[in-house]
């Protein structure tokens, strides 16, 4: 057990994130207590029976007062109202963080309102699923994996080392850099594969010559993997979008040239391209698995190692 | 135990598919001899040590005498000249099948190779995973996966039925279709998905102001799902592409315009049309849970339910 490294945390939003948040802080004792805020009513009384905060506020400007850290876990697009309500409640000295996928957009949003003596840390955790809401947290999505923190310059070098340390007590590996490289690094990868996750998924509901009921029933063929990401909230991705649209456009720009090679080569019958492509792709996902940041077990659309129940399979049979 | 459908099955190829098959023929003994043969010295030499065939021929042309069941397991594009060297000894009354990713140019390389009495019957498992080789098989891969036959008009509808009732004891449910609707519904549920895979990963590493490293490290943003996909056979997806050029490039062009569209909502900050379009990509994920063809349960780059050991942790976080 460590010793609680802030009094009182609050979490304004506790969906995903800001549930594992909660549910990571409690492994380690991190927080002497957690306090709570949410859009709604229902998402706060579900925070509540969860045990993921000890106190809830309809209003998160209620929520902050005393906290000397607070953590917004909200989409994008919502940070920069809710850091004008909130600003005027912070308490001196506080540490204030968010985790958004964008970090320059959120630093034009949230930085103007943040009052002098309150240290105002941009971070980003580079973690998810693809369920979303307050049961979808738990206490181990950030081991192993890494958070970003963009301070702006001159911001508390102990404020910075505070919240490092909180995100490696979180389970989290943490680097620092600029806003504007963070939404670089995500634009490739994380933005531009859910944009492209997306609409493949859109494409395949708008065919005509193949039936959706065909595109669910083979889609073990490579097509449910992108589902998957496709089914991430769709209120954040659109937040992310509008709110990074530089770094997509160009990585949006980039990934066009390159389908348009593998095009041309397709069309040439060049397969001498092709299979150079194909086998420079292979290479990176073994740096992936290297790093620790995926499993090597293959996926087959199961829980790894599980059989399907026989009498599944005798109904199926039929 | 059933009751063996084959005397004895000859396995031109042993890698991730025709290992798989060996694995689940013995699950169900459903043949009473299988033999094989490939490409390679060494892998003949594994499947051997492996058990996958009980005899080992260097040339497929050896393999298939006396066999009433052949299963060609190889790149689409190494069928024809297969074909063309097995034909003279190959039984007669016996059925002729592959598992190719394509299936009209697959027809147009086999069939007229295929003597008089023997009975050619196009087939295709959707199932797989991103590994590679005789090792990567396992007894459980078609359960509950679709396999489709696409047999052109004419062919011998009691091999037909012998070759689905083979599959079904495989552990597949099996659909019957035309070739070239088979291509169709295959370019937008696979070929398409992997050659969009392929493709953001290239972009990945061609990327000057994202360092190959970085893309590495801050996968888990949603690019390492495509690496996994984006890491299977080389071979084998060059020749899809190569044999299935038409119906990807209709997918690819419409793949384009619903890029274009989705480009056009971001540069226009058209937040409406993104969240309608993301909300209706993640209902399509619903349906392939429901069909079975997937698990909800959240992907995060760890095999389900595992926690990082202890100590890895404690190294990770100094």
Not at 64 to 93: F, Q, T
Not at 159 to 183: P, R
Request: with cysteine; net charge negative; proline share 5%.
């Amino acid at each position: 057990m460590t010793q609680a490294m802030f009094e009182r945390v609050a979490l304004i939003g506790v969906g995903l994130i800001g549930s594992s948040i909660s549910h990571a802080m409690r492994r380690r004792g991190l927080a002497k207590e957690i306090v709570g805020s949410a859009r709604t009513k229902a998402t706060l009384a579900t925070a509540l029976s969860l045990g993921l905060i000890d106190k809830g506020y309809e209003r998160a400007a209620e929520a902050v007062k005393g906290a000397d850290l607070v953590i917004l876990s909200v989409p994008v697009g919502a940070c920069g109202p809710l850091a004008a309500e909130i600003a005027p409640h912070l308490s001196a000295g506080a540490i204030l963080t968010d985790v958004g996928s964008v970090k320059e957009a959120v630093v034009r949003d949230i930085a103007p309102h943040v009052p002098a003596g309150v240290h105002f840390v941009p971070g980003h955790p580079i973690a998810g699923t693809e369920q979303s809401g307050p049961e979808a947290g738990f206490a181990e999505l950030f081991d192993g994996r890494w958070t970003i923190l963009t301070p702006e310059p001159g911001t508390d070098a102990v404020a910075v080392e505070k919240l490092k340390a909180f995100w490696t007590a979180l389970g989290s590996k943490v680097e620092i850099m600029n806003a504007q490289h963070h939404d670089m690094v995500l634009a490739i990868t994380s933005h531009l594969p859910h944009l492209i996750a997306y609409n493949i998924v859109n494409t395949a509901e708008h065919l005509q010559r193949v039936t959706e009921k065909e595109v669910i029933k083979f889609s073990a063929g490579g097509f449910r993997d992108f589902t998957r990401i496709a089914a991430s909230d769709p209120t954040m991705w659109r937040d992310v979008f509008l709110n990074n649209k530089e770094a997509v456009m160009e990585m949006l720009r980039r990934f066009s040239d390159d389908l348009a090679e593998l095009k041309r080569a397709i069309e040439a019958a060049d397969g001498d391209t092709l299979f150079r492509r194909f086998t420079e792709a292979r290479d990176i996902r073994r740096g992936i698995i290297a790093a620790g940041q995926d499993t090597p077990a293959p996926d087959f659309g199961r829980v790894h190692g599980s059989q399907p129940a026989p009498e599944t399979e005798s109904g199926a049979r039929k």
